[in-house]
């Protein structure tokens, strides 16, 4: 009688297994490509994926990027095609050691780290072990093309670099090995969100721009590049500072659809008012994730979408 009941619960069990396997493999990896902007408070964490590729822009200023990049992918999934650090302030990587103890990524993509920030140098020791185990670091020293998966093209530049000219060169790494990020030097003339990585992604009829922290000195040289055209999202710069989203990028770019990363009742008062009077000349719609939470942009074939 026991193992009748034994023989039946394993036969239960089993199909209770099966049908998950098999209804998750009807629904991931999806044809889609995702970009989750996490409510990580203010500060920005971007996560980007299609099927079993990801991309991570920026972690956020604390352990809340764990909670998202948990909640998108898969548990059994520990891997990132890409992180990267627009820049190094603390709201875009404090919360960048937690990734590398839960996460090995095969690529780490930076601008440059200011070696007189001490928790900089303690990512730079964490990342001195990420190489040893094999990530490759990728200095962004000009426009940097990549292309990890079909029909998604990404430009990463830094238009500090176009605008500020032959200052920027000790603010930045050199292509001869990470060991270089302990010899970058503060450069104070030097705007360094203007030194921040933008990134242009265009996926099928889709066109997205990522601003990071750039201000207005690098939207004017972001503009003159030739490649920077409309795009359906922006994810603003800076968090929605009147420093960033000048008129004269938006109405270059005009977007549907903005984004703004920021935290809810944040002692910088972001959005500034003049920004979300700028976004509404425009007509653009406009998302926040102190109000909105995680907002996940999901584009197919068939254009895109909110989530």
Request: charged share 20%.
């Amino acid at each position: 009688m026991l193992l009748s009941w034994l023989n039946k619960s394993l036969i239960v069990i089993l199909l209770i297994i099966f049908c998950f396997l098999l209804v998750l493999g009807q629904n991931w990896p999806d044809k889609n490509l995702h970009l989750v902007f996490c409510d990580v408070g203010q500060g920005d964490a971007i996560l980007i994926f299609s099927g079993s590729f990801q991309m991570l822009v920026d972690a956020g200023p604390d352990d809340k990027v764990i909670g998202c990049l948990d909640k998108y992918i898969p548990f059994w999934d520990r891997s990132l095609e890409y992180v990267v650090a627009t820049h190094m302030d603390s709201d875009h990587v404090a919360g960048l050691p937690l990734v590398m103890k839960r996460f090995y990524f095969k690529n780490f993509v930076t601008s440059g780290i200011d070696k007189k920030n001490s928790s900089n140098l303690s990512i730079i020791d964490s990342l001195l072990e990420k190489e040893g185990e094999g990530t490759t670091i990728i200095p962004i020293t000009d426009d940097h093309f990549l292309i990890p998966l079909s029909n998604l093209n990404l430009l990463m530049t830094v238009p500090g670099l176009e605008a500020k000219g032959d200052r920027v060169d000790h603010q930045l790494l050199s292509e001869t090995g990470l060991w270089d990020l302990k010899e970058v030097s503060q450069v104070d003339l030097i705007s360094d969100n203007d030194l921040s990585i933008g990134i242009f992604l265009e996926y099928l009829q889709t066109r997205v721009l990522l601003m990071a922290d750039i201000e207005k000195t690098g939207e004017l040289a972001l503009i003159k590049k030739p490649l920077i055209k409309d795009v359906d999202i922006i994810k603003i710069g800076h968090h929605g500072a009147k420093t960033s989203s000048s008129i004269e990028l938006l109405t270059k770019v005009t977007p549907e659809i903005s984004i703004i990363s920021v935290g809810k009742n944040n002692r910088y008062n972001h959005p500034h008012p003049q920004v979300i009077d700028n976004l509404e000349e425009i007509g653009a719609e406009i998302y926040r994730t102190d109000v909105h939470g995680d907002v996940e942009v999901i584009i197919n074939e068939n254009g895109y979408y909110i989530n």
